[in-house]
């Protein structure tokens, strides 16, 4: 099968089109002829592998896992022995390591069936943005309806998802972009769009019950300001802050912080789980939200497709087409 690789980390350079076994699925696993494929910012701290602490879990030397890719969205090819609730043929979407391939392994338990509304383009970019956004928001920030929230990063892969499902979720929702972005984010339901290249959305007036902080470019110090006094900082982000740490450092200041304040200050990685793919699947059949999706690649662009991301342009996902 057609995959890309990396035998190293480094930029986008070390990736490579080859020809590679197809792999077997395991016991509890789904073997999914791949269509579609997501890409985001974790794909590319697996790539680089930085800041350096990613490379305690995912290879010291070289990536553990040579075919890059998490979200995945295609057809059920093969079932593992413990694998009852799938069917060969049946479209599904989730999250796996190495979705760059023409066939791939996932995990049952982070598989669900895919949405008839949706491609398969669409459906690849879901998972692990729209599911860092619901946990964000519902399970960390327990945004509830009536509630004013402020979603940093507001165009992005996360950030797209985040504005919907705040307004899903009733909240009154406003985002931080760029002032070229600011009409896709308010057309997806944000009321109120700062345009952080003109103003410092850190000195406004108003006080949020809720931030979620995706972006991760602002002191925590700067964010508490805009905070309710009881409200809840999820952070979500963290592009700065060094080749060791990355955004980390930011986190364990906020875990240190957070037991002297009113304010609850909440580090945040998502959890990878089917329950969050089919929560989402049921919002987007519900129609409260729906993928945002900038550009569609070809298997053999991925590089170009990861140069654009880190260019910083993008409107929603960038998507990968197997």
Same mark, same amino acid.
């Given at each position: ?13 070390? =990736?490579? %089109? ?13 073997? +999914?002829?791949?269509?579609?494929? &997501?890409?985001?910012?974790? +794909?590319?701290? !697996? ?5 350096? !602490?990613?490379?305690?879990? *995912? &290879? ?25 609730? *799938? ?5 599904? *979407? ?15 338990? #982070? !598989? /669900? ?9 669409? /459906? ?18 327990? !945004? ?16 797209? *998802?985040? +504005?919907?499902?705040?307004?899903? =979720? ?5 985002? +931080?972009?760029?002032?070229? #972005? ?7 339901? /944000? #009321? ?53 740490? &990355? ?27 089917? #329950? ?29 497709? =990861?140069?654009? %991301? ?5 409107? &929603? ?6």
């Amino acid at each position: 099968m057609r995959a890309i690789i990396q035998d190293r980390y480094g930029s986008a350079d070390v =990736l490579q %089109l080859r020809d590679i076994d197809q792999p077997e699925p395991g016991d509890d696993e789904v073997l +999914v002829r791949v269509h579609a494929a &997501g890409l985001d910012r974790g +794909v590319w701290h !697996l790539m680089t592998g930085l800041p350096y !602490l990613v490379r305690l879990g *995912f &290879g010291l030397r070289a990536p553990k896992y040579p075919v890059p890719g998490l979200d995945v969205a295609g057809r059920v090819e093969a079932l593992g022995k413990n694998v009852s609730q *799938f069917r060969v043929g049946q479209e599904v *979407f989730g999250i796996c390591n190495g979705s760059f391939a023409e066939f791939a392994c996932v995990s049952a338990d #982070k !598989l /669900a069936p895919k949405p008839t509304c949706l491609s398969f383009e669409q /459906a690849a970019a879901t998972p692990i943005s729209g599911g860092t956004a619901l946990q964000g928001l519902r399970d960390k920030g327990q !945004l509830a309806a009536g509630q004013s929230v402020l979603v940093t990063g507001a165009s992005g892969g996360v950030g797209t *998802f985040a +504005v919907q499902i705040a307004r899903a =979720l009733g909240a009154e929702v406003s985002g +931080v972009c760029s002032g070229s #972005k600011r009409d896709m984010v308010r057309s997806i339901g /944000a #009321k109120h769009v700062f345009d952080y290249t003109r103003e410092d959305f850190t000195q406004a007036a108003v006080r949020y019950d809720v931030i979620l902080d995706i972006a991760g470019n602002r002191s925590l110090t700067s964010l508490r300001r805009i905070l309710a006094p009881r409200g809840v900082l999820v952070i979500v982000g963290g592009e700065e802050g060094g080749r060791w740490m &990355g955004g980390t450092d930011r986190q364990l200041r906020a875990l240190a912080w957070s037991p002297f304040l009113r304010q609850r200050l909440r580090p945040f990685i998502a959890a990878e789980s089917s #329950k969050h793919v089919r929560a989402l699947g049921e919002l987007i059949e519900a129609g409260d939200v729906t993928p945002v999706i900038d550009r569609v690649y070809p298997l053999s662009e991925v590089p170009d497709a =990861l140069r654009y %991301l880190i260019e910083g342009r993008a409107r &929603g996902k960038i998507v990968i087409s197997v």
